[in-house]
């Protein structure tokens, strides 16, 4: 992961309550200018290629200036207070109707996983969002957070599952072995 600092955040968070997800219409290069500029005055706390390249450029333990702009919102949770405070920002490069590589999709999942372990946020539908819940005016990507959500939630299964035959495997080998010792 690639650290490009920006100056636009404010100091410490509140408890992390969703990870927000938002399309920047941009280049990862073009993406680490804005938010390093001031003039900027926006920024996120990552950013994600289609290399599945990760870059930070504001620090977890402070607010990104990446969703004020409160518009017409339709996600439930939203804090009255500002909701830069409440939530992680994770900037994907392109367009909303671009096809996302696998690479970038691989890296959200694990980007999010690891933010989502750190701050007990649920893997679902309510705690990852679109921007577009907040704000109206951005970009719908609602069929880019719903996958991402379903590669989340599949990837949990599969974790289950494999969990779940390794006790099975050892169950069976206590019972072997108890059958064995029973039959000495």
Known sequence: MKIIPSPNFFKGHRKRRAIV?????????????WFSSKKSAVSAHYGIDDAGDVHQYVSETNSAWAVGGVKKPTWKLLPKANPNYYTISIEFTGNKDDVWSKAKKDAGVKLIRAIAKRYNIPLNREHIIGHYEIDIYKPDIGDKVDNMVSLLQSDNKVKLYKTLILLIAKLIKLLRLKLYENNK
């Open 21 to 33: 997800l938002h399309v920047s219409t941009s280049t990862m290069r073009s993406m680490d200018s």
